[in-house]
């Protein structure tokens, strides 16, 4: 009976410490792009002015000169068109609630599961967050969509994951925690956006030739990636391994002493019997 009690006080303990870490970090995040006002939003504007300039008949890769160039894929331009069908104050409110509420809900699914490591990753992955929230960037949204995927069936996380590759390459290593049957599909819709930006290739080559010209500083929104992979990590002790610096040193001694099998047996006769 004491040790149950012990045990039940220090989950309580436990779950307090990680929800005022939670709290701290979300606090943080919240103040950090509210004090900007006006400034915020960068990165969204680049959606709705590219997605209207296509829609009106222009090039969405010949923006203005006081609006950010738009570098995704021409296929993805239809994505972000129902945002460009409203006023700018409302599109970009109404895209960051949404963002805002998704981040919310699969806070609280991980926390409920995994409360401490929850706020570790949290915490560590407030600043990319705030950039995120911030700016309007796309990253942190197809981030939460990956998350969400992995309640349905494996086909959904698979084209969630390809989709969001096809838009931005950094999402490519989330492929990592997914099963065999999501990156046979994720694969899939790679090749797939790869076909449709070559049928597309006027539209791709300007977008290369933007990509190629763009001075960007170091990507730390990038990093709210990681966050995709949560419900696969938390929900699967096999899959954490990849969390573990000596499962990488593992592969990384795996490979080098296949690659060393393989070089003496093309040196080495074979041994006759």
Do not use: C
Not at 77 to 105: E, H, I, Q
Not at 210 to 216: D, F, G, M, S, Y
């Amino acid at each position: 009976m004491h040790r149950r009690l012990v045990r039940r006080y220090s989950a309580a303990s436990l779950r307090r410490a990680s929800g005022l870490l939670i709290l701290l970090s979300f606090t943080g995040i919240v103040a950090s792009f509210v004090v900007r006002g006006d400034a915020a939003g960068a990165d969204f504007e680049v959606y709705w002015t590219a997605a209207r300039e296509w829609l009106a008949g222009g090039d969405p890769y010949d923006l203005p000169s006081d609006v950010l160039p738009y570098v995704y894929a021409p296929w993805g331009l239809p994505l972000f068109v129902p945002w460009s069908l409203l006023p700018w104050d409302a599109a970009f409110t109404l895209w960051r609630m949404m963002t805002l509420l998704g981040l919310m809900a699969s806070l609280r699914w991980a926390a409920m599961r995994r409360p401490l490591s929850t706020a570790a990753v949290f915490a560590t992955l407030a600043i990319p967050i705030g950039i995120n929230l911030d700016t309007g960037n796309v990253t942190l949204p197809l981030a939460l969509v990956i998350f969400g995927s992995r309640f349905g069936p494996p086909w959904a996380a698979g084209v969630a994951w390809g989709a969001a590759t096809g838009l931005k390459w950094a999402t490519m290593p989330i492929g990592i925690v997914l099963g065999r049957v999501a990156r046979r599909w994720g694969l899939i819709v790679i090749a797939a956006g790869v076909i449709l930006s070559v049928l597309l290739w006027p539209m791709t080559l300007d977008q290369l030739r933007t990509i190629a010209n763009l001075e960007r500083p170091f990507p730390w929104d990038y990093f709210v990636l990681a966050w995709a992979a949560v419900p696969w990590l938390w929900t699967d002790p096999t899959r954490r391994r990849w969390l573990r610096p000596r499962t990488w040193a593992a592969r990384a001694r795996h490979w080098v002493s296949g690659r060393e099998d393989d070089r003496r047996r093309r040196i080495l006769p074979p041994t006759r019997v």
